[in-house]
């Protein structure tokens, strides 16, 4: 039944992975975000917090039709048995038909099943899901792979090479390891990653990121003072999620791009900000629209001090106002 409960979790996640265009954990705390389908996702994507039978239940209802269907047929999966779970997972015969458009790219052809990582892992198409596996190196990655999910397990360093050439990769998810290193170029010769989520990892200092990422989750590490360059995010003019959750930073990292959404700083140690932080000064009609969820609870500012500091934003930030 568990097993079960995982595949379809992993097809479910399978499917948000590839058809959604961020996906925001329940606890990136939406209170401020019209709620919508993307919550049942949000719940998916940060499953391990849901109890398995109930969040069987839920998928059920909200999977696509194909895929149940699809999913019917397989047969039921023995206890415990990794590689069980990839022998059912459900193929399209031919993953190049016409017919269902949405499908080709969704369960399309399983053109790594070869590669020896596949053989640990689980690839789907180009997801690699290597969730919970012991590793504590990131391992060899096909060449197509866009979307790599390696959570839970015990991976310390990400090397120069680790995603080397892997030119169509843009997510990168490696949520719950020990990394405390990273190699200044590991994730710049990327052009096509989006998000990148390293939360709940032992992180010092941010290496260089490329300006494609529109979602970045280092939430939970140990940035403190020195771990952000200066401007580390001022050319990032896609980025829309930025994540900083508990890492003792005493600042907040600016400037920020024009096209930020939400921006998250709670339990930190950021003492003070400036009226023109988020907006402008000199000109009292710029207004930053887009910036709709800042958090600043948790941290020793009192945001009273700065009452012009917020004319030009669309909502207050959440932090001690008193
Ligand atoms: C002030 O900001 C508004 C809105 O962003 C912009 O249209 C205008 O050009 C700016 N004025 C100056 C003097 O920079
Ligand atoms: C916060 O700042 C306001 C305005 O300067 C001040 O009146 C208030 O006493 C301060 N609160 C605390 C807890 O320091």
Do not use: W
Request: glycine share 4%; net charge negative.
């Amino acid at each position: 039944m568990e097993v079960l409960a995982r595949l379809v979790l992993g097809l479910v996640l399978f499917e948000a992975a590839v058809t959604a265009p961020t996906l925001q954990p329940i606890n990136y705390d939406l209170d401020n975000y019209a709620a919508d389908t993307m919550e049942a996702l949000d719940n998916l994507y940060n499953y391990e917090n849901i109890p398995l039978g109930h969040a069987e239940v839920e998928i059920a209802t909200m999977m696509p039709s194909g895929i149940r269907e699809l999913l019917t047929p397989a047969p039921q999966p023995e206890e415990g048995e990794e590689e069980e779970e990839e022998e059912s997972t459900p193929r399209l015969i031919d993953g190049s038909s016409p017919q269902e458009p949405e499908f080709i790219g969704v369960l399309g052809p399983h053109t790594n099943e070869d590669f020896p990582t596949c053989l640990l892992c689980t690839c789907i198409s180009t997801t690699v899901y290597c969730d919970d596996h012991e590793l504590d190196a990131i391992p060899p990655l096909p060449k197509n792979t866009a979307y790599f999910y390696s959570r839970f397990n015990r991976i310390k360093k990400i090397n120069r090479n680790d995603f080397a050439s892997l030119n169509d990769l843009r997510r990168i998810d490696l949520t719950s390891n020990l990394i405390s290193e990273i190699d200044e170029d590991a994730f710049r010769k990327l052009p096509q990653l989006h998000e990148l989520i390293l939360r709940d990892n032992r992180i010092r200092q941010l290496p260089e990121l490329p300006t494609t990422l529109t979602f970045i989750d280092i939430s939970n590490n140990r940035l403190g003072r020195k771990g952000i360059k200066q401007e580390a995010f001022k050319d990032m003019y896609e980025l829309r999620h930025l994540y900083l959750t508990d890492n003792n930073l005493d600042h907040i990292p600016l400037p920020l791009p024009e096209n930020l959404r939400a921006l998250h700083l709670q339990n930190n140690n950021i003492l003070e900000m400036h009226e023109d932080t988020f907006c402008n000064m000199k000109n009292l009609t710029y207004i930053r629209k887009a910036l709709e969820d800042i958090r600043l609870d948790g941290n020793p500012i009192n945001l009273s001090k700065t009452p012009q500091a917020y004319l030009c934003l669309p909502r207050l930030p959440v932090g001690s106002l008193v």
